[in-house]
């Protein structure tokens, strides 16, 4: 830093505030001063630079432990949060908790640890304790997932699962389908219930009535496949089956290739068409239409809206940003 | 740090000492103040004991950008490794990176930013010149995956993916099938070598002819459904298929549903029987024998590694581990 001062002819706290707040400093003497730290390689050393500036660049976020279930959808948002982030400065540490008592518990130890700039949450829900914990903390935090009825103020991401699903039913009742099931999680899962919830609008838009109640599949997906079969098996089957994941119709998907049908063609004949949900690796392999969620956008709008809370004098940002999910077509619809 | 050293009745180098060299510490004064912390809920700022002790107790890994292929082990890893870590007392931390010049540049910043413990580092492969540019600056780090044929001596896990496929490759062949395809990688990605090793292992055992090359994938998994369809339509089809990975399968896999065929069974009839490799989160929902790595095991492996290089008098370990992967029989084998 001595170095730096002195070649670019400036003190030493000039130095530092080209690098800690450079909206202090005149322009020419910052381009003085970046140039000259530029040519020197100079790197201020963060650790001593987190204790004079309380800033860390580290935002943390969750990872599930190995046993829960592996959203690939959290995956994939991991992998694009981890690269916006970077380009805007920031480095993303992880850690590992279950249920939102040890996720708090975790944010307290990460606080004490490493003077976090900020967190990102994912699967926010109905009275979620997180989100009240880090607001009375004063924690800058975005979530991606909306708030679910909380009524917790914060910036938050999400999809519009609602949206997707009936733009996908209703490209089915479009191509002639009048029996379309939905095979979902059980009710109480809010994302599941806003996505079944297209389903329904669909029908009721178009004037048709609903197939039953949604299908719930309470434990594997898997057993989806035994789900389908009940309802193939029944007087009147589905012609159609929409599904709240991939996973869910990949089981749906099975069933019905088992039995000689031909994804994606109309009855008569043995057509069954099937639409999943997230658009995973596994869609475009086996020919499966799906819905795909965004995740560059929201990753995308995460770090936008982190970048609002992280700037002096803006950090009330209260960002609601719901984008638009993408029906993609293939074979099975 | 004061009030502890005053509660105990002891200087405050002693309670320092009792959390960053406790060794130094009798017994007795050690568990006083362990007692007089736990009391006082006092927690040393990590920010000030990292710039003290030069150890920030966090672990860089790579995370791919979204555009890249993203292996599901690779992820699976992430999350064991995040657990195993936080288990140890460390943090992961994420950058991305493509290429290793790219990934070498991303060490030197974070080198220079958070005073790292240490790397683990994914995808090994013949002349990797990030293993020998961590060498040369004394930085520790432990790979998943072994040196393939560099000199740069450090630890290591990794499967022993030729043995998995030579063990499925054995099943088919105590099952009665002849002609068993191997549907891989192009020659010359390491692991890809590696497992279709196995393949060929298992017939010279056997004393059985080789069915002809590998058939190499070099696109999309999906494209293994167009090489599978060619193999069955020449005049002395393969009876059974083993695949390099899952998606790979997947593709063989549907192609052999579509033509009504059962997965499994043998010939006389309709049999070809399928064995994927790495049994991710498709092949149970659709019966697909695979081979599973233990990637639990290679995390534990991992940490065990990672805290004998960080143990001061210990950082020469030159841990290797060769785990066995396990072979999953399902309905397709």
């Not at 040890?102 to 997180?130: C, G, K, M, P, S």
């Not at 709240?244 to 109309?266: C, K, N």
Request: net charge neutral; hydrophobic share 40%; glycine share 8%.
């Amino acid at each position: 830093m001595a170095t730096v001062a002195e070649t670019a002819a400036v003190s030493r706290s000039t130095v530092s505030n080209v690098i800690n707040a450079p909206h202090r400093v005149r322009p020419e003497t910052r381009q003085r001063v970046e140039a000259v730290i530029a040519e020197t390689g100079f790197r201020p050393l963060k650790a001593a630079q987190m204790l004079r500036t309380q800033r860390s660049h580290l935002i943390a976020v969750i990872i599930p432990p190995p046993g829960a279930r592996l959203a690939e959808v959290h995956n994939v948002f991991l992998h694009a949060l981890t690269q916006r982030a970077q380009e805007a400065g920031y480095r993303i540490l992880l850690f590992t908790a279950v249920g939102d008592q040890e996720e708090i518990d975790a944010y307290d130890q990460l606080l004490n640890d490493y003077t976090l700039d900020a967190f990102v949450l994912v699967d926010t829900h109905t009275r979620d304790r997180r989100t009240a914990w880090l607001r009375r903390k004063s924690v800058p935090f975005v979530t991606f997932g909306r708030p679910w009825g909380s009524r917790t103020v914060h910036p938050w991401v999400d999809v519009d699962g609602a949206y997707g699903v009936r733009v996908a039913t209703e490209h089915l009742i479009q191509a002639g389908h009048r029996r379309i099931a939905f095979i979902g999680w059980p009710a109480g899962n809010n994302s599941g219930d806003d996505r079944c919830s297209g389903w329904e609008q669909a029908h009721h838009a178009a004037g048709l009535p609903v197939l039953g109640p949604r299908i719930e599949i309470h434990g594997e997906d898997s057993e989806s496949r035994a789900a389908c079969a009940r309802l193939l098996d029944a007087p009147e089957p589905p012609t159609a089956f929409v599904c709240v994941s991939d996973g869910i119709a990949l089981g749906v998907w099975t069933e019905i290739t088992s039995r000689g049908y031909t994804p994606g063609t109309l009855p008569p004949g043995n057509g069954t068409a099937v639409i999943g949900f997230d658009d995973s690796s596994i869609a475009a392999p086996i020919g499966l239409a799906s819905v795909a969620q965004p995740i560059d956008e929201v990753a995308d709008a995460c770090v936008t809206a982190l970048g609002k809370l992280l700037t002096p004098g803006k950090h009330t940002s209260r960002d609601h940003v719901l984008l638009e999910p993408r029906l993609v077509l293939r074979g099975s619809a």
